[in-house]
């Protein structure tokens, strides 16, 4: 029997390796810049942070900085025009979402992704037919880490906050699962960076690889 009646996912970082997209499009924004690329290596561990993050990372800039926004948004036209390249669901992925389909449990997606990006990436990978919801970065009136989005989740997969599982690659992650009232997992395969320090984050547990999640939906 399962323990929970719902699973929800991070997108980046959790249910997705988008990473190697993000990182070409940061690329090709330094190329045009005069700028060195940098390898996917050092990307990787901020793909979380969003487009913010990653213009820090590339160029040094805080988000108030007078040149970040131009930058941010000519990184994200990169990255819209490339959306699903090189993304793939995480080794290991798909057979728990088999599984849970299998075995009835709705799973969904809540993610600070905007939903321009969120659900043409969804898509493209055919997983919108399959989940029981997508909830991205401005579906809500507050993005993670406020509970809004997973409680709007749960009511639409059909359970209460108590009876969900949310998995997740950043603190926003589990300080949201945490104050909607869901149980939280660390998914330690995503965009960690060497600082972040997850048990500090105060969740449930952690996962290192995707089938680790069956263990604690199924207890096997």
Known sequence: MAHFRG???????????????????????????????LP??????????????????????????????????????HYQRNICRETRLFHGMEAVLTMFEQAEIPWGIVTNKPAYLTEPLVAALELDTRSACIISGDTT???????????????????????ALFIGDDARDVAAGRAAGATNLIALFGYLGVRSEPETWGADGSVSHPGEILSWVFGT
Do not use: W, Y
């Not at 249910?15 to 499009?25: E, S």
């Not at 507050?142 to 209460?160: D, F, N, R, Y």
């Open 40 to 77: 996917l290596e050092r990307i990787r561990p901020e793909v979380s942070r969003g487009a913010g993050g990653l213009i820090r990372l590339g160029f040094g800039l805080e988000p108030d900085h007078p040149q970040a926004a131009d930058l941010r948004q000519r990184f994200l036209s």
């Open 7 to 37: 699973v929800l996912f991070d997108l980046d970082g959790t249910l997705l390796d988008t990473a190697p997209d993000m990182a070409g499009a940061l690329n090709r924004l330094l190329e045009e810049e005069n700028h060195p690329a």
């Open 141 to 163: 009136a507050h993005s993670k880490p406020h509970p809004l989005p997973v409680l709007t989740a749960c009511e639409q997969i059909g359970c209460s906050p108590s009876e």
